[in-house]
């Protein structure tokens, strides 16, 4: 954090020294509500006006025994009076629970950072589940820190003392007297907070004023304790006029195609079966069910993507989603989909692997799955959003190009993307695109329907079932040409395999030319894709600002590329790649445009920091 200068505010001896932002890291046992305040303090962020980043961090196990390392929960928050696009390398505050979130976490916070820690959970026992043989509060491993020792559990005991709570429920509450002391830290305001509260528990009166005794409790006691030197508060940031809520990937999603099924007209069909980090998309449109969105949780991940090609034929819009391991099982019925024409969306919200690999970790390893990972010749359309509120826009767009060109569309989200949140921008209705997908209504041809005519976009017309005179023969055999008859022909064989590649070839024509970010020729140029956005764009924005020749370039389009990119490529004298695998971008531009670009990989379950990118940035440079 930087700071900017120091006020005097009302209240004793109260000092609040304004910064431009801050990176806040909660973290505790899986139960201890991390997430809980992880998303309230972002919430109240947001609604004071800073932009922030989030990353949040769920342990793999979903019941590691309490007070282990594998049992660690944690929710990153970075917020700022400047635009920002990462969570942080690194963290200025860190309320670690107990000592196995100390542990995991304490090499992020920077020297000199502020740690808050419950000293009551520092017992013998703690100490042995989390590996320590001496106590860090008391052996001087903390000395290059600002430690903040509080009885945590005896603090929130009494605070909701009087209201009949067992023991254990009384201590369930402990993570509001933590977010109250962070909020009172960093200035924030608390009437959100409050308002959730009392919605969350209404109808529990004991709950509720527990809550609310507790998160004023943890204010006061910042007010009160004389342990901080000084409040910090970070003002507004500059951003552009409009309506602003917190979103995150997995959120953004949902309202994504459930904004392209109004556009187009089509009820939405949501078809999944329950998969980290995926499953919260299902749970958000299930709760969309009063307006014409319908879900179905299916029994596996072959049942999810055939009910879904049985709505697109039935003439829904048609989307399931899964994560990696999922979507290898889809891969036959994708290949029915392709074979067929018929428009579906697969979200692929990926995740560390191989097979269960890393349920709760991020990666970006499903690239070539889903560029190939089917038999034969069976091209598709592919896009993969770039931040958290990007997936609203790349998911209308994928709803737009399957509904256009008659074929399945794979969105690549990822788990940093899908859980990681910042402010968005609410559109207005009248400035969403167009999506334009009217169902054939009569006979194509003097002697009947022939389902694989083609219109100039190689799309084959959308015949619902049980339209008069549209009767039709559809499956995984291959058709022949117009007639969409069986056909074993070679020639014909030949013939369609070529046209649905030239369908999915044109969809070039029908998407935005890669823009250069920086200037349009140079030493090199950064290219990335997904969720590996912000850090790119914050390293190249810092190399340049030192003087370095370098540029930026996403892709949001992978599948076909945009038309433009062999041309922007050729403008620069090195290319580097970052990607969270072992190199699967980097593989398909290197064959397709001969460009010797390089690499800079990374499969360790999360983003990449800043400064990994700029240290990889210098050394393209240098060699």
């Known amino acids: 954090m930087s700071s900017m200068e120091t006020v005097d505010t009302a209240g004793p001896q109260r000092k609040v020294e304004v910064i431009e932002g801050a990176t806040v890291r909660f973290a505790g046992d899986s139960g201890d509500g991390m997430q809980v305040m992880g998303a309230q303090f972002s919430t109240s962020s947001v609604i004071h006006g800073n932009d922030i980043a989030t990353l949040p961090d769920f342990p793999a196990e979903i019941r590691a025994p309490a007070g282990t390392l594998a049992g660690v929960s944690g929710f990153q928050i970075n917020f700022s009076s400047?635009?920002?696009?990462?969570?942080?390398?690194?963290?200025?505050?860190?309320?670690?629970?107990?000592?196995?979130?100390?542990?995991?976490?304490?090499?992020?916070?920077?020297?000199?950072?502020?740690?808050?820690?419950?000293?009551?959970?520092?017992?013998?026992?703690?100490?042995?589940?989390?590996?320590?043989?001496?106590?860090?509060?008391?052996?001087?491993?903390?000395?290059?820190?600002?430690?903040?020792?509080?009885?945590?559990?005896?603090?929130?005991?009494?605070?909701?003392?009087?209201?009949?709570?067992?023991?254990?429920?009384?201590?369930?509450?402990?993570?509001?007297?933590?977010?109250?002391?962070?909020?009172w830290i960093y200035n924030r305001p608390i009437e959100p907070t409050v308002k959730w509260i009392e919605k969350k528990f209404a109808g529990k009166s004991d709950l509720m004023e527990a809550n609310l005794r507790t998160f004023r409790a943890g204010w006061n006691y910042g007010e009160t304790a004389e342990l901080f030197t000084s409040a910090y508060h970070v003002e507004k940031a500059d951003i552009q006029p409009g309506v602003y809520r917190k979103i995150t990937g997995n959120s953004a999603l949902v309202l994504g195609v459930a904004a392209a099924?109004?556009?187009?007209?089509?009820?939405?069909?949501?078809?999944?079966?329950?998969?980290?980090?995926?499953?919260d998309i299902l749970h958000e449109v299930s709760a969309l069910k009063n307006h014409g969105m319908m879900t179905f949780q299916a029994e596996d991940e072959i049942a999810a993507i055939c009910a879904a090609l049985g709505a697109a034929f039935g003439g829904s819009l048609a989307v399931t989603g899964t994560s990696g391991p999922g979507l290898a099982l889809k891969m036959e019925a994708i290949g029915l989909g392709i074979m067929t024409e018929l428009p579906v969306i697969i979200i692929n919200v990926q995740r560390g692997g191989p097979s269960t690999g890393l349920p709760t970790k991020t990666e970006q390893a499903d690239l070539l799955q889903a560029w190939g990972g089917r038999n034969g010749e069976s091209p598709l359309a592919i896009v993969a959003p770039a931040t958290p509120s990007d997936c609203f826009t790349m998911a209308l767009e994928a709803c737009r190009i399957a509904l256009k060109f008659m074929t399945p569309v794979i969105i690549l989200s990822d788990g940093y993307l899908a859980n990681g949140a910042e402010p968005w921008r609410i559109p207005e209705v009248d400035d969403l695109p167009a999506i334009d997908a009217p169902f054939c209504t009569k006979p194509n041809a003097e002697d009947g329907f022939n389902p694989y005519t083609r219109d100039e976009r190689l799309a084959r017309p959308w015949a619902v079932p049980g339209t008069p005179g549209l009767q039709h023969r559809i499956g995984g055999l291959e058709k022949q040409h117009i007639t969409g008859n069986v056909s074993y022909d070679p020639k014909n064989h030949d013939f369609m395999v070529k046209l649905r590649q030239d369908k999915i070839d044109g969809i070039a024509n029908d998407i935005p030319p890669l823009k250069v970010f920086g200037d349009e020729s140079g030493d090199l140029l950064v290219l990335g894709w997904g969720g590996t956005y912000g850090s790119i764009t914050t390293a190249v924005e810092r190399a340049r600002k030192a003087g370095k020749k370098v540029s930026q370039a996403h892709l949001r389009y992978l599948n076909p590329f945009p038309k433009n990119l062999g041309e922007v490529l050729s403008r620069f004298k090195k290319v580097l790649i970052p990607e969270l695998n072992l190199g699967q971008l980097r593989t398909l531009i290197r064959a397709k445009y001969l460009i010797d670009a390089k690499g800079l990989n990374k499969v360790q379950g999360r983003p990449f920091q800043v400064a990994e990118v700029l240290e990889a940035i210098d050394k393209a440079l240098e060699d």
């Open 82 to 183: 400047q635009e920002i696009y990462t969570p942080g390398d690194g963290i200025d505050t860190l309320f670690a629970m107990n000592p196995a979130a100390l542990k995991v976490n304490l090499a992020d916070l920077y020297e000199g950072g502020l740690l808050v820690v419950n000293s009551e959970a520092f017992t013998d026992d703690g100490l042995e589940k989390a590996g320590y043989k001496t106590n860090p509060l008391e052996d001087g491993s903390l000395n290059n820190y600002r430690v903040v020792s509080i009885p945590l559990t005896r603090l929130n005991r009494d605070a909701v003392e009087g209201l009949g709570l067992d023991r254990k429920a009384a201590d369930r509450c402990k993570n509001f007297y933590t977010l109250g002391l962070a909020y």
């Open 261 to 279: 099924s109004k556009l187009s007209g089509k009820d939405l069909f949501y078809a999944s079966y329950p998969i980290t980090p995926a499953s």
